[in-house]
């Protein structure tokens, strides 16, 4: 839907010409380009960054190896795929805030280099990624952007994350790789990337615990600085673009005085003399580039360039400078050797960016609808404050009649993981606009204000797309709804003998009588054809987004006896626990926003806290003592798994003492086929109403859990044991306390994202986690 007046008018706000023109500015000091790399979105070193690009005028970019599939979200229930779609939008967001290029090595949703979920060791996240596809995408990245430069944010060492380590051993070896013209993983040219540095400071901190110190400081990067135009520190321009990273709870105030700088390690270098500076033995304006034949016209730009800077905030000078190095600039091009081509490239965006904002183009550009599919049409308009020329930049399939455009029928969908994204560069569809001013024509890409999705004609959206029918009860029934179907009558292909019955996309499947457990799929079909499922993604920090995945339900059928509780959820907005219970035919009740009164309280015998909920439910905290007398009347607390940061007090939270194990990488079980060892064996909660065997710790996906306790009161028995091989076990993942005639439940299995997975032991455990106490 359309920004409304509102959104605007924050958007304006948000960006003030005047700091905008600054911003633009600062790029004009140098042509050095500087790469950071690391393997989730949130891993860039942003406050470094921030000092890098508007203090010094790097050009900086960022290559990720994955979208964080296999993150937390604290913001929603989007995971796996949703989530990554989420969280490259999110990138997308933070790279604006710092006029930083973004590369991905991810290509699709299905790409084997994906966020699998956490790792311990380089080599299996290598193994898993695929080594020779890692590389090759390493190394077109390296060739398509060019850096001089390229930094990990982490260290290859023990007690990291493993897909930081597979990134930092990767940047060692794609230095030479790119520049190798007989690597066959890449048909772009050739680049040789200059230097590499490593961080020189310890990766450890609430997930990670290096084992080994940080190498020895080669140079330190000074960001504790202010920019002298906004007063912002860099650390806090770093922190407007972490911001943007809320699924992961980004964003923090750095008071002042609390700035830091960056201490580096230089690991490998194809340049001669002492490296004083990440600069040093590298061309830094334009008038050291080697480039002879054009050299006046380098150094006239650059002048020019100095000039603008310098005449800042008296537009009309800044105009008729940044104008004239512009103009040098073109004169200089056409005997640019191809080893600097792309300086000079972005160098003449960066001046049509200057000259745009100097002027005061106040461009809006707006389509009809952001909703698209093939063969629809939709109308553009624009507000504008200045006299430009407008041409539509289009898709291939695309078409433009005056300001009506045109999606041939095999016009292409939109990527929910697009593999760049360059500040001020925005792809197509968009409007590319041109002014002139002082014998000279600059043209920047406008996107629109809120950039079109296009859809498959036969779509729908899908809900739910994933059910569980529990044949312990006598519910054989589902629902589903296919809503804003588009490109036919909707209908469901089902599985022999499974009855589908409703109309105008409202649909009543009745499972028979004689079903077995396991996994089943059904089918969304329009006018007979198989159709798409379509999952919006929209939040207020990020563009839209939607991910179109084939138009399924899968339906497991469990086997799982439930006990005769009634339960209370209180969630947090992180998981869809509640609805999984309802959906086995607990007898449950949602009581995320009531207050929980004692009247309340005694009207349930279990209550399940999800996941983050203490940090997220408001005024949970401060009914924990009035919950710990209901538990010591009879009631039984089930906590899903919490970080120590979850407004987790280890006195006051649980009835006794529990603290929760971090760095997380020391307290969690990764490998998701881990074996489980039963500690107390004749524990109830192992055996009634289900018994746990197994079966029911096969096929899980991800990991085990995360966050297990690290210690406890006495008055807590734990039921299992875990560990990851080679490591000592873990005994905190699953724990229980008597209170009073009650019970306290405390798990750091990762069932919310089992029982979204449909791994049918989640479902079954979770049913004897509701029992309650004998």
């Not at 198989?530 to 497991?556: D, F, Q, Y």
Request: charged fraction near 20%.
């Amino acid at each position: 839907m359309p920004l409304s007046d509102q959104a605007r008018i924050a958007a304006e706000r948000d960006s003030p010409r005047v700091v905008a023109l600054w911003q633009a500015l600062t790029a004009l000091r140098s042509v050095v380009s500087f790469m950071n790399t690391g393997a989730h979105p949130d891993d860039e070193t942003s406050a470094m960054l921030a000092a890098l690009r508007f203090r010094d005028g790097v050009d900086i970019s960022y290559a990720c190896s994955t979208r964080g599939e296999g993150g937390q979200n604290d913001i929603g229930t989007e995971a796996v795929a949703a989530l990554g779609t989420l969280r490259t939008a999110e990138m997308e967001a933070a790279c604006d805030r710092l006029d930083l290029r973004m590369y991905w090595l991810s290509e699709h949703p299905d790409d084997t280099i994906f966020d699998f979920g956490f790792s311990k060791s380089g080599e299996e996240t290598l193994a898993k990624w695929g080594r020779d596809r890692t590389l090759a995408r390493f190394v077109d990245v390296i060739r398509t952007e060019r850096p001089d430069i390229i930094c990990p944010t982490f260290l290859d060492v023990p007690g990291q994350h493993g897909h930081h380590r597979a990134m930092t051993e990767a940047a060692h070896l794609v230095m030479d790789l790119a520049a190798d013209p007989d690597f066959k993983g890449s048909d772009l040219p050739p680049w040789e990337v200059k230097k590499l540095y490593l961080p020189a400071w310890s990766g450890a901190g609430q997930a990670y615990d290096d084992d080994l110190p940080p190498p020895p400081t080669t140079l330190t990067i000074a960001a504790k600085g202010r920019d002298p135009v906004t007063g912002w520190s860099f650390a806090r321009i770093g922190q407007q673009s972490r911001a943007m990273h809320r699924t992961q709870g980004m964003g923090r105030w750095v008071p002042a005085g609390a700035e830091i700088d960056f201490p580096l390690h230089l690991a490998r270098s194809r340049l001669t003399g002492e490296d004083t500076d990440i600069m040093s033995g590298l061309p830094q304006t334009l008038r050291d580039l080697d480039a002879p034949a054009i050299a006046a016209d380098l150094a006239a730009a650059q002048d020019a360039c100095d000039a603008a800077l310098a005449a800042f905030p008296a537009t009309a000078d800044v105009l008729r400078h940044a104008c004239a190095a512009l103009t040098a600039l073109r004169r200089a091009t056409p005997g640019c050797p191809a080893g600097i081509a792309h300086k000079l490239a972005r160098k003449d965006t960066q001046l049509c960016r200057v000259i745009h904002l100097s002027i005061g183009v106040d461009m809006h550009a707006r389509l009809s609808s952001d909703i698209l599919h093939p063969g629809d049409e939709a109308m553009w308009t624009t507000e504008h404050s200045a006299s430009v020329t407008l041409t539509p930049r289009l898709p291939d399939g695309w078409t433009a009649n005056g300001n009506r455009l045109r999606l041939s029928d095999g016009a292409a969908i939109s990527d929910p993981y697009p593999s760049a994204y360059r500040p001020g560069e925005p792809d197509a569809p968009c409007l590319d606009v041109s002014i002139s001013a002082h014998g000279i024509t600059a043209t920047t890409a406008v996107p629109f204000e809120v950039p079109p999705v296009v859809l498959p004609m036969r779509a729908a959206t899908l809900t739910p797309t994933a059910n569980v029918i529990n044949l312990a009860t006598t519910n054989r029934v589902i629902s589903i709804s296919a809503t804003e179907a588009g490109g036919g009558t909707p209908d469901l292909r089902a599985p022999d003998g499974w009855k589908v019955g409703g109309a105008d996309g409202r649909f009543t499947v009745t499972i028979p009588g004689n079903a077995t457990p396991g996994l089943h799929t059904l089918t969304l079909t329009l006018d007979g054809q198989n159709a798409h499922s379509v999952r919006h993604i929209r939040h207020p920090h990020t563009a839209p987004r939607a991910l179109v995945t084939p138009a399924e339900v899968r339906v497991l059928l469990i086997d799982a006896a439930l006990p005769q509780a009634r339960v209370g959820y209180i969630g947090g907005g992180n998981d869809r626990v509640g609805w999984w219970l309802d959906r086995m035919g607990a007898d449950v009740t949602d009581l995320s926003d009531t207050p929980l009164t004692d009247a309340i309280l005694a009207g349930f015998d279990t209550l399940v806290i999800g996941i983050f909920a203490m940090k997220f439910c408001p005024g949970l905290a401060a009914a924990m003592p009035r919950i710990h007398a209901w538990m010591r009347n009879g009631g039984t607390l089930v906590m899903l798994y919490h970080r120590p940061w979850d407004n987790w007090d280890a006195d006051k939270t649980p009835p006794h003492r529990l603290e929760i194990g971090q760095p997380s990488l020391r307290w969690r079980v990764t490998d998701e086929a881990a074996e489980v060892t039963i500690l107390a064996p004749d524990h109830p909660l192992l055996h009634q109403p289900n018994r746990i065997g197994a079966e029911d710790w096969a096929s899980w996906h991800k990991e085990r859990g995360l966050y297990f306790a690290k210690e406890w009161d006495a008055a807590y028995t734990p039921l299992i044991s875990m560990h990851d091989a080679g490591e000592e076990p873990l005994n905190g993942a699953w724990l229980v306390a008597d209170v009073g005639k009650g019970r306290h439940v405390h798990t750091s299995l990762i069932l919310h994202h089992q029982m979204e997975r449909l791994t049918p032991g989640a479902f079954r455990i979770m049913a004897n986690l509701l029992a309650k106490r004998g």
